[in-house]
């Protein structure tokens, strides 16, 4: 397990101030420090339990990937440059896996993935607010999470460190 506070002065705060003014802010790195915390135990797990889809520390799932990576791509070429900035130069065979073995990486593309949400980051002391947002915009409302269970891994790793 990483630990939290290393995450977010080591990874999350360089790739939000590499990324722009407009995805740096106190919420967006609670945010990403609760979603490492509910899907992955903070680098517990880089697979998804029962051998699902997603890998790294916030779980992505392949067809998000390719899709959010297209998106900013067209439509915030600008944007999709700096988080390039953070792919291995030399790359692997299939490069969703980075997501699972670059923190770096895995970190610029979860932030983009909340970025490209109209609805405003709730409040950064906000953790039901966090936990909401979350559930319904990164797990879903179909998927298995809850947002008891953000709440209860939010508290365990995050709240006990920072």
Known sequence: MIHALDLRRYVIEPVLTH?????HSESAICLLLGTAAVESGLGERLRQVGAGP?????????????????MIRDHWPE????????AL???IPDDFLELAGNLYWATAVARLNYWRIEEALPAADDVM?????????????AGAGTVARFRK??????LQWV
Not at 129 to 141: E, P
């Open 19 to 23: 990324l722009g003014p407009a995805l």
């Open 54 to 70: 997603a890998v790294g520390i916030y779980q992505m799932e392949r067809g998000t990937y390719g899709w959010l990576l297209t």
């Open 79 to 86: 944007l999709h440059a700096k988080a390039l900035n953070f």
């Open 89 to 91: 130069p030399v790359g």
């Open 129 to 141: 607010g966090l936990a909401h947002y979350w559930k319904h915009h990164w797990n879903s409302d």
């Open 153 to 158: 891994e939010y508290d365990r790793v995050i």
